[in-house]
């Protein structure tokens, strides 16, 4: 191998894996059901693949574009770890030693995928749009702007670093026990963290209350403020076990079915006054 | 009117290239905003998006498909909702079924997909980047004028239509569906827990969050700070945990060897 930079560590400089980031900030543009994200892949992975390949034989070149033109499917932030690793992979293997690449990038695409998700979209983004969205209900703009700034702190950093450190640190990120006893934690806090804020959610932003009262004799006896003294919030607390149980049970697939009779049921119910 | 609708539809063409891109804007509460600035009504705007937002949390493009296409409903919901002044309430009736049609838009385009990555696997037997590059962008910019131009027509068309409709429905339906719609995060709320409920244990930090808002009527903010500090105590005890499980098993395999 020729020359290695200092700042990376490898043949590739700064620049590229910049322009690997700004590549994989374009990563699903065309995704297909077949291989699904393999051509992103190798549209984020060619600044690599031009730099190591530069001096080598046109079918070392078809190969590599054919290689990352396989099957690919995993969550975009964690992605970029990915992109990181192969990327030191391509570099260190020779050509017969390419199956590894494949092996790597395979194998790796499940397990981050989960852990993508949970982080990012089933963690963060629902933290950040849920303070968003309670501004905005109030009429405040400030709203929306606070979930873009929250959620992009996240989302843009994420994507730059992990390409940097997956190819620094290469292969040895992965081998061993660490690397997964410490992927299990981040995963566990993160659900802690998610499932805090999904309980305090299920009180704020759900509305649903009752109008109903009875009058006895003089007095009358608002039904809303008794369930308060049982549990405040608690319509939307049974709301929420039904839509659970119901998911759980139809196994997510009649969603658009809940959301039309939560609508329906609703309108009725608000129309005979029982809801307000 | 033609110019807003103009910009609109420019403007959901781009989210549509976000949704597949950077992912920095494409949610329905940022994209409300944007809507709300180019029709002069924020206020009304951002209170559908927020709506949207809570109905649709938790629903996420796993593995490839999409329950709802979140871009086309929050575009049309959002701007026919103020357009209209039917508010929240005919937003989220727009949005809704209008997420659900346009699914089949993304279908078609991850099938069109399968010829152009074959396209690329004859080309990549040359071995030329630019040339296996250039295909790249054949599906997102189809991408771009489906839904430049197919949010127009829902936005410019559909604003008469929906004005003359709601002109014909009570008041007293349209405030019962916005009574309605404030039920809907419960959805959102209850997809996440699907995915997030998969440790069972785990389920006691609901009610955490729960009585920090339901009782003590804290900000989301200070429920997040809390929901930090939880899940450190919790590393931390688990990984407590863990090292008295391993000293207890090194303690039986030392009695053992006593034992002669």
């Known amino acids: 191998m020729s020359k290695k930079n200092e700042s990376t560590g490898g043949l590739l400089t700064k620049k590229d894996l910049r322009s690997m980031f700004y590549r994989l900030n374009f990563f699903n543009l065309s995704f297909n059901m077949e291989r699904m994200q393999a051509f992103g892949f190798l549209f984020t992975m060619i600044p690599a693949l031009r730099k190591i390949y530069e001096n080598r034989p046109k079918v070392e070149r078809a190969n590599a574009i054919k290689r990352h033109l396989e099957f690919f499917n995993s969550q975009i932030n964690a992605t970029s770890l990915i992109v990181g690793v192969t990327a030191a992979l391509e570099e260190t293997t020779s050509e017969t030693e390419k199956d590894s690449v494949i092996a790597v990038k395979t194998g790796l695409m499940g397990p981050f995928a989960g852990l993508g998700d949970g982080l990012l979209k089933f963690t963060w983004l629902p933290i950040c749009a849920s303070i968003g969205a309670a501004l905005a209900l109030e009429g405040n703009a400030l709203g929306p702007i606070l979930m873009f700034v929250m959620f992009n702190l996240m989302n843009l950093p994420t994507k730059w670093l992990g390409i940097h450190y997956g190819y620094h640190k290469g292969v040895s990120m992965f081998t061993g026990d660490a690397g997964k006893i410490l992927i299990a934690r981040v995963s566990n806090m993160a659900n802690v963290l998610g499932l805090v804020v999904v309980g305090g959610m299920i009180s704020s932003s759900i509305k649903l209350r009752t109008g109903l009262s009875f009058d006895i004799g003089e007095s009358a006896i608002v039904i809303q403020d008794l369930l308060d003294k049982i549990l405040p919030s608690l319509l939307p607390v049974l709301l929420t076990v039904f839509c659970y149980s119901f998911l759980k049970k139809t196994k997510r697939k009649h969603l658009v079915a809940l959301i039309f009779g939560i609508l329906i049921v609703g309108i009725i119910l608000a129309m005979l006054g029982i809801t307000r | ?260």
């Not at chain 2, 709300?36 to 490839?64: C, F, P, R, S």
């Not at chain 2, 980047?129 to 771009?144: A, D, G, M, S, W």
């Not at chain 2, 709320?189 to 995915?195: A, C, G, P, V, Y």
Request: with cysteine; hydrophobic share 55%.
């Open chain 2, 1 to 260: 009117m033609l110019v807003k609708c103009i910009l609109i539809a420019l403007f959901t063409g781009i989210m549509a290239i976000d949704n597949v891109g950077p992912q920095m804007w494409r949610r329905p509460l940022p994209i409300s905003l944007v809507i709300g600035l180019i029709l002069g009504d924020v206020t009304t705007a951002i209170a559908i998006g927020a709506t949207l937002e809570l109905t649709w949390l938790g629903l996420a493009n796993v593995g490839g498909s999409s329950p709802a296409d979140m871009i086309m409903g929050s575009a049309v919901g959002v701007s026919l909702g103020v357009i209209t002044g039917g508010g929240v309430a005919a937003g989220i009736a727009v949005a809704i079924p209008v997420s659900v049609l346009a699914i089949q838009l993304g279908n078609i385009w991850t099938t069109i997909g399968i010829f152009i990555i074959h396209m690329a696997d004859k080309v990549a037997e040359e071995g030329d980047f630019k040339k296996v590059q250039r295909l790249y962008f054949i599906q997102p910019t189809c991408i771009f004028l489906t839904y430049l131009i197919l949010s127009f027509v829902a936005i410019y068309l559909g604003s008469a239509v929906l004005e003359s409709l709601l002109a014909m429905i009570p008041t007293q339906f349209i405030s019962a569906m916005s009574t309605a719609a404030g039920a809907l995060p419960a959805v959102g709320l209850s997809i996440l827990l699907t995915m997030m409920l998969k440790e069972k244990n785990l389920a006691i930090f609901l009610v955490l969050g729960f009585v920090l808002v339901a009782y003590l009527k804290l900000p989301m903010l200070a429920v997040a700070l809390i929901g930090v500090v939880a899940a450190g105590m919790w590393d931390y005890i688990s990984i407590i945990g863990q090292k008295t499980a391993n000293a207890a098993s090194s303690m039986e395999t030392n009695d053992e060897e006593v034992d002669l």
